[in-house]
């Protein structure tokens, strides 16, 4: 490895947002956290039955999948709000919103309605760039 490669490295690896950017992340992380717990996975956890009832005739969820996603939404927005995890948990956010995105497009029929989980993947994936470093500690956390 040569110096510059060594030098790229350790400012990729010691990289932190400005005190104005953190502000930011924080308060994306800690709104979008709690919407995801409150208003979108705690519904499917507290009442998955009148959501599958209500479902669009085209779009039917297993029982089973609909508590795995309010499972998932819930742990992600815990996820976010934990400064170790916020980039893992942003990161599997941004999969799982791009998913419930295809799932609006191309399952129900609806593409329109698809720009609202692409525009959440969007900020989830920019969270998790710029908490990059989260996860080499977190790495390094589980490695000892």
Do not use: C, H
């Amino acid at each position: 490895m040569t110096t510059a490669n060594a030098s790229a490295d350790f400012a990729a690896a010691t990289y932190r947002p400005g005190k104005t950017r953190n502000r930011v992340l924080w308060t994306l992380q800690i709104v979008l956290g709690l919407f995801f717990i409150i208003a979108s996975g705690g519904p499917k956890l507290v009442m998955p039955n009148t959501l599958i009832e209500n479902a669009p005739q085209n779009l039917s969820f297993p029982f089973g999948l609909l508590i795995f996603i309010g499972v998932v939404e819930v742990a992600g927005g815990i996820g976010l709000m934990v400064p170790r995890l916020s980039a893992l948990a942003a990161a599997g956010l941004s999969v799982l919103t791009v998913l419930a995105a295809a799932t609006q497009a191309f399952i129900a029929g609806q593409p329109g309605m698809a720009i609202f989980p692409l525009v959440l993947a969007a900020i989830f994936a920019w969270i998790a760039y710029e908490r990059r470093t989260t996860l080499t500690d977190l790495r390094d956390a589980l490695s000892r």
